[in-house]
């Protein structure tokens, strides 16, 4: 019994499973869609219930002309035929000559033979009968003679028990099908609702794991068992990405402690150099190499940006904070730093990335900016958007689709120190914020780098 009871709910999918429900919904919307197409035959066969008669009847008339010879007596008809007698039958012929004489049948009347006279040969039409019989007249022109024919038949109903009936059954069929389509609507509706509420429970779930949270997992609870293996796969992938952040995050972390100390070490031993000029070439490649480092370490701590370490930031503090520590480089230069536009621009991020962003955009700019020239950070609190302007000797266009990659250096970078990795930085910065970083030529001369954050993450 078991065994019976295995084969028959095999088609259906396990208990609990999206194919049980899948296709429990989709036999239902059959049935219904059996029901609508039961419906509208029925409502085609009332529909076509005239056309089907003066079909019939124009092939028996068509019949029985190609069967007339004028030359016969009767055209070769017996009159006596049961067809040809009375009126009261299935199916009557009136056979007439080219004087509209009735030959053989017994549908005669002045009405009639009007109506026949003026039919054209070869073209059946209705002929008007009275009670409730309905004729079909048609001419041809037989041994240089013209001959017409009317079949007629007793129809059931009168036409306007017809049309009633036909219009009685097509308001049914209209409530039926109203009826199926809200049946399917129906079906549809609860089926995606029941089958993407536990999918949207793990939507929301996968939305909540970042970098600050790696150890959080997919529920299982309430899926189908199609979709469970896949949300354990997933949850796997997870656990070895969490492995691998993990150890990416004690790296990082192994490679500031231990890359510092050596470089301070390094440092203090170089003020022991006797040569001033190589002491002074050997410092400066040395602060190169601090800032290689640092940037490397923002670059990591950017990309592993979530916006759960996210806060209220004010971008006009922070661009005068970079002003600040930037003024006596920019003065030593001989350029000038201002702060234009918005007296506050919050949004929603991380304001130490935040502000290593906004300072790589300022060196960047500074490092490019002519002597006596002034780089001006603008904020527009209407689209929430800081821009760097510089006057500069500008971006080509062809150099601007590769400008924020790592280790990328313009034509013009040449002249300049940098390891290629700031604009890389701000790229990566905006990204984990959803801003987005542009560059575009500024007016009378110098480049603009916009970095524009949504709307919504604005006050």
């Known amino acids: 019994m078991k065994s019976w009871l ?14 049980r429900k899948l296709t429990v919904n989709i036999v239902l919307a059959l049935l219904a869609a059996v029901m609508l197409a039961a419906a509208v035959m029925i409502y085609e066969f009332f529909e076509h219930l005239e056309e089907n008669l003066d079909d019939a009847l124009r092939r028996e008339a068509k019949e029985v002309l190609i069967q007339a010879e004028p030359d016969l007596p009767f055209f070769g008809f017996a009159p006596n035929a049961l067809r040809f007698k009375g009126a009261s039958g299935a199916y009557r012929y009136t056979v007439f000559d080219h004087q509209m004489a009735a030959i053989v049948g017994s549908e005669n009347s ?5 109506a026949l006279s003026a039919l054209p040969l070869g073209s ?3 002929i008007p009968l009275p009670g409730e019989r309905r004729g079909m007249g048609l001419c041809g022109e037989i041994a240089e003679q013209r001959v017409c024919v009317l079949a007629s038949a007793y129809a059931p109903l009168t036409d306007t028990t017809i ?13 039926w099908f109203l009826f199926g389509s809200l049946l399917v609507l129906a079906s549809a509706l609860v089926t995606a609702r029941l089958t ?30 199609e979709i469970t293996p896949l949300v354990d796969a997933v949850n796997r992938a997870f656990s070895r990405l969490e492995k691998g952040y993990k150890a990416q995050r004690a790296f990082s972390a192994n490679v500031a402690h231990e890359v510092r100390t050596p470089l301070a070490v390094l ?3 170089l003020d022991l150099a006797e ?19 640092e940037q490397l370490i923002d670059l990591a701590r950017a990309d592993a940006l979530a916006p759960a370490a996210f806060e209220q930031t004010d971008l006009r503090k922070l661009a005068l904070q970079v002003c600040c520590n930037r003024g006596p480089e920019a003065i030593k230069a001989g350029k000038s730093l201002a702060v234009t536009g918005a007296d506050t621009l919050p949004v929603k991020g991380h304001p130490g990335l935040l502000e290593i962003a906004i300072d790589n955009l300022v060196r960047n700019a500074l490092a490019y900016a002519p002597v006596g020239s002034e780089v001006e950070l603008h904020l527009n609190d209407m689209v929430a958007t800081l821009e760097v302007k510089d006057r500069g000797p500008g971006v080509p266009q062809e150099e601007r689709a590769t400008l924020f990659e790592r280790f990328k250096r313009g034509k013009g970078s040449a002249k300049t120190e940098g390891s290629g990795l700031g604009l890389a930085i701000v790229k990566s910065v905006a990204e984990a914020h959803g801003a987005q970083i542009r560059v575009s030529d500024r007016p009378g001369g110098g480049s603009v780098f916009s970095l524009q954050f949504p709307v919504l993450a604005s006050a």
């Open 6 to 19: 295995t084969v028959l709910r095999a088609p259906f999918g396990a208990a609990a499973s999206l194919h």
């Open 110 to 114: 002045p009405t009639i033979r009007t």
């Open 124 to 126: 059946a039409q209705h």
């Open 163 to 175: 049309l009633g009936d036909m219009w009685h059954e097509l308001e049914e069929q209209v409530h």
């Open 196 to 225: 993407l509420r536990p999918l949207s429970q793990v939507l929301k779930e996968a939305r909540d794991i970042g970098p600050d949270t790696p150890e959080r997992r997919l529920s299982t609870e309430g899926l189908p068992s």
């Open 267 to 269: 440092r203090s031993r």
């Open 275 to 293: 040569d001033p000029k190589l002491r002074a070439q050997l410092k400066r490649d040395l602060r190169r190499l601090e800032e290689i480092f």
